[in-house]
């Protein structure tokens, strides 16, 4: 794989073509509120999870619709009475799931409360999922997988759903005794990198204690150019049904906007460590510099730093920039 | 592409290891029974559709669930008024739909009434479709693809709904005044076949009218060997399910043993011109042959032939094999 | 397949960088005054196509050095004695021939008279053809397929022969009595739509009762720089015999532009509706662009559009196109 | 990817054709003696690891050769003193090393000492590695890979060093204090796998405090199939190397014997748990079941079991196979 | 590439399904006949090969229907006056041709007379060419490339010229005064086995002074397997042909018999050295084993012999094989 | 394949971003001097080639530190005694070795000595080789190939064994008593045109006797562009290291830097014939052109020539570009 995206001193500059729409704020305002209706219900039944050093906690809370999503909730063992931990909210790349009940305790084994939440409809893929997406929208004509899944409008659109998931993790994971609610940190890897993105700019002004975002190759940026080049992964579901809807180019870009991290992040507060890889040809590293030189520059330009990883697909930096995160959290709580 | 499945002389004897649900009968009596609770109410309207010999209607009729199935009707034009017609259902490949409304009137042409249903949830593919799938499961974790939606159960499962569609398509062809109800004719390629083979099935006791069915190159038979020995196609989208959810294998034979074509077909009492192509990775020869071999074995075993193609693909006969439906539907009903 | 050739806005004004030939113009007076010395003698033998509404004629007659060329007409059934209709001559993609007597009579259901002239030497391929190339030339060492046969001289090369064909396929289709030879529509997807462009350029004062051409994906277009960047169909049939035959790339572009689309279409007097797609990897779309920015420039500038698909590869429009290419007809024909 | 391997039932019951080499346990006495010649000296340093629930310790050894051999020790934070732990020691796949500090931490999560030992010469591929392979042999004209490094001669076949590192690897762990030598576990994954066999197989009566063995989808078990049937992975190197040099076909298999998990697990007394793929083309099932269908036939007949995942490629069982071998381990010490 | 075919065992007993014409040798008989009514007028020039050692000469002489026919003679520089050698005749792979005049003059370095025939049509590929194919039949209706070309009777299939002009190639060089013409070689590696194959059979009873073949892994034997089996190369050239034009199988295969060196080589008199790949997709070993065993079957049944290289492609044994013809020779020649 | 990199003007003006090292001319002073300490005690043994026209002695001599290189140095037979040739050294291109005896002797047919040197630790793919890499450092932890071995230092470095094995291998040749030592010509193709490039460079002020460089589409030039652009071949190895080792591109540049073409040709003073292929794209023609272009800058210049193939890929100019070789090589002699 070469590299065939612009040259890193563009990348550094580049900021998409994509069209923020006029209501976006009113959008996600009414969304967030129609969500709230629902009582959260937050439940953690304890699971055996064969491990002596971690506790875990089989998660379930209301989403978008009330609907029940799925989670898991790991906290390293032995606490003391009354400790309360921050908490890394972790979102799933696209077709995982939560996956069994130890399989990723990652961030607790470093110390943190870890919650990880079940993305609707998917865990067909890397990592077994549990939660359904039972929306009436579901089963509408879209191409195969979840990226065309109520396309055709912003309000049927399957991220909505999702985001609005994300955004109820968050105060889920807020909920439970053990966690500190004023440090919530978001992350993610590819689409759990563009729902950490959508959620810390959602939470600007909506959502009280999230404190960092570490988007990891993220997904969801930039759709006019992601559509237009990326060869591989989902966002050719969408040039694909468009290849054979040829009609409804702009009107499903209409709709995209609406939840393209280019504008969603905008908004976003917090201090925020992204990565890109420059041979990533599932989301592009245009793609994601578009997200990240957008990040914040409406919430108070934040800090913000990104990790660029040169001769790298979409594994991106992996155990290393697990790393990265450990002492940028590290560095974080102690200041 | 070599020739990869059993040899001609064992295709010819081949019958499937897969095993006929007890319950198949009052199973499929229950789900044909609660689709006959809603009213069919096939609706014709006229389109232009820029063709002078030919006329083209917009249908719309109450599938599974009452929920509303879209379809085109393609009449030759200038009928003498009172003149019926035999009429041929066509249904449709896999990811396609029932495309524009000019783009296939190939039997209308041949001086039937041409009957094309829309596939539920299809139609982001090779041709375009109009008909969502509304039914509450369509949002279950299920591999990219329609093949393992609702697969949970085999009152969920997707195929379910599509059978009881064309049950119904069956039906609003013979509701139209152009056309014969004692002469439908059920006909499809890949899935469009499975569909003929099951509705063959389905229609015998239970449906009048039916007098013969050309499955080409059917899809929906024999799935334990074709989830086994499928390369490509919409077959390994359960094998790759199966991949991720390792312990569910024998719960979904179970599911899947509903909806076999080597089941489905054996009660079958009509006439019946299959294809089948023995350099086919996609809907390999066996499972054909499977499906062919057990076709009418207890609905009286009526005629029945299969035309082989040695060196294609899933392509079949195409053209070719149109000229054999075409001659074979000649001599059918010109005796 | 992402987007891989000049953005759109450059497409808009690319020209080719392909030289006009000084006796481009006597090369081809030459060519079909040759052509023409030869009786046309076109006959029409009805066949039994199995269809109601159309009827069909096995069509032979004379194109270059007299060779007899195969085609079907299609008609409307039922014509009124004396009744002429407007005639759509189409030309077959590259490796297809004229096919069976019923496979596609789409201009003929439409209402138009429907003329297919088979392509010499092909029908190998997607659709089976029967005409064939009798020319000394024809056993040349040659790249495998057609596009480097006889490419040593201009005058052997192999779409010599095809375009005289095409347009003695005109004055065919102008000789059968229900046939309105003043109102010829040219039209072709690819290799088609290549064919169609040249033979509008090669009537434009050598041939009345053109009146229109519809080239779909053009093919045969820019070979300089479709040679040098096209990584997939028959483009590379040429590149890859250059790669052998080292030495010969001027003089093979120096044949090759007496056949280039770019300077053939010059010369077109007649209203043009093309087509290209966006993400075409066998004509890409800078190619098609430059026929379509130089068509009818020396002969008029006549009226012409294109349609482009941005999603699509070299299957462009399809079925969509075919509409815009009725709506185009319906209102060129009724002005 | 299709079954393409021998039935369940087959595999079952399949041996292979290897041939056990005549002197084949004086090779391995003399071998592990003239490893034991070296001081082990096996010192454990304290690393930070960012985590708070695990401790880990930078592991060094004497291997073959004396050669200073990386790794890695986990424990569970907070032992108590004098605690002793069992301990699983985990060997790598082909390409990959013990990889950073904290990546791999599970059987330390589920309350094990947990020893990964670093494989000599690799970590270029998935997992980043340490340790180089200082053996004079190392740069023998072979494939491009490890398979055929020294595969000149017995005495200095690559895997020959390897599977005296992870011998020597089992008495480092049992060196340290937190380490309950009496109940070691050996396991790997692919490579891994195979050098678990080949470990339990050398412990046999030269090292006590092996308790049981854990292979999952092995690697390196019944050469003469694996380089015949293997289209894809680490096995073909050795086909590839024997497509160029066509006369040391005999010579190879002759050394390779030496190191087939066929011969060398047939010694192994304790128990065990496999686990096979069914779509396994980089460690095809028949290999698999060669090796386990021999293992412990002449080490008393240990029990043994395998798990067997009919969908799955080289992926194995993974979370769903830890989660078994977890069962296993925890009612094996219980006991 | 794994091992696809019959085990080693069963090649060794293997002998085609192919049905050998009752006409076989009439066919030939008139076929030969009528080429020697041309006279063979074989020339003989000099070129500057820029080669100190070897002299060179660009050979023309009347093939099939007189059509001429290049190639080169290679000799040892500095021949005694009257000196005559044995001579070895080499025919090309397919697609390829004689060449540069210096490009392989491994048979002259050896110290023999190296004849190397063009292949008519042929030379785009690997190896230029020059001379055409210029019969009537060579612009049919063909797959592209020249397995199909002409393939509608045996008098016009491309195969019986190239057998043609191969038998005209060995009088060709046996009319140069430095060849000894009782001493003539036949050989050529896949496309030129075959046809080395072919002309051993037809020299059988028609053509005095062959007295050895060495096909290396031979193309154009036991074509209905090779059709059937084939994945890649030239053979799939009919297999996609028969795809497309459905109802020729039968036709084809009766025609092809007539060429096929299951056949031709039956009446070989003359020892062979033959090769085989046993992991060759391009002639399946099945294939040639199937030449192989019926070589000379009825022509006294000579000594053959046949290598076989186990982990080899198409490739087949290449320099190393070389070394086992030239002690094949040296001994043939010393005895 | 497309041309994919610079067009063909901007090409003639690359020059690379490729930073000399300060201490490049000592570096090499060194290594060389270093090498010298060794005797190169050169042998030659004659061996049977089965050749009549050339006499083959097998070599060997020593190269970087003292390690015993083999060779083969073909004559032309029945030299005169005291005859003495210039000599053509030859290295091979990457994954090759010296193959067999009688398997390449292009040089000495031509009349000339002809001197090939085989690949320490290569021999494994293309052509076979004998000649293992003794070298300490060669077990290091490196990407499958010999790309990343050693590449931790510029000391331990591969190529600076084998650019060191090439300068000692000039020295052997001219040992030899039918070898004029005055008349030393440098060739190869990729890897071997890349060692001829360093030689070349290297021989300035430190070895009399080479009059000329003939690099062929030579490999090993421009390391910052190959690695970022390079998709295919041996280039991509350090990619894919660095893929793995995130943290040593720099490093890695830095000890690629000592051996980069594009620095070591700029002291070159002999003229020179390299050749580049547009379509390359495994050593592109950018990086070809970066070596070229720098080549003798600080040398004096000599003359210059590249022969660009524009339809081709990495196999360049092949049989044609010998003969551009030999007239080259015909008039230098002869001026």
Redesign the interface.
Known sequence: ???FDLPLEQLRDYTSSAVQPADLQPFWDRTIEEARQFSLDATFEPVDN?????DTFDVTFSGFGGHRIKGWLHL??HLQPGQRLPVVVEFIGY?G?R??A??N??W????YAHFIMDS???????????????????????????M?RGIRHQDDYYFRRVYVDAFRAVEAAQSHPAVDPSKVVLTGISQGGGITVATAGLAAGRLDGVIAAMPDVPFLQDFPRA?????RGPYPEI?????????R?EAMLAVLNYFDGVHLGRAATVPALFSAAQ?DDICPPSTVFAGYNNYGLTGGTPEKDIEV?????H?G?Q??H??KQ??FL?KLLSS
Do not use: K
Request: net charge negative; glycine share 16%; charged share 15%.
């Open positions: 794989m070469p590299l064969y491990l002596a050093v971690i390293p063992a077709s799931g996956g069994l130890n399989q305790t990652r607790a084994q470093a110390g609707r409809g998917q865990g067909y893929g890397g990592v077994s999922g549990d939660t359904p997406d039972p929306h009436s929208s579901a089963g509408d004509v879209a191409y195969a997988g979840l065309t559509i237009d080049i990326t060869p040039a694909s049904f468009l290849g054979r809807h040829r009609d180019y041979m990883y040169r001769f790298n697909n594994e930096g155990e290393h697990w790393i450990l002492q590290r």
